[in-house]
């Protein structure tokens, strides 16, 4: 014996479609913001010799126009 249910269809709510396109763009807002950046002049010299700013070669800073 098959069973068959016929459910009404409701177009949905213009809120509710409002809030996922919210949801989404927050989401995605999240992902394209920037890094925070590491001040190499306010960083001790023992955390720059950790990362091996100390071992001769000049530190990488980038172009104020690149930020």
Do not use: N
């Not at 763009?25 to 001040?39: E, K, N, Q, V």
Request: aromatic share 8%; with cysteine.
């Amino acid at each position: 014996m098959d069973c068959h249910a016929i459910e009404e269809s409701r177009p949905q709510q213009i809120s509710s479609v409002f809030l996922r396109l919210a949801g989404w763009l927050s989401g995605s807002a999240h992902r394209f913001c920037r890094l925070p950046r590491l001040d190499l002049s306010a960083t001790p010299d023992r955390v720059k010799r950790d990362l091996g700013f100390l071992d001769g070669r000049d530190p990488y800073y980038e172009d104020e126009r690149m930020r």
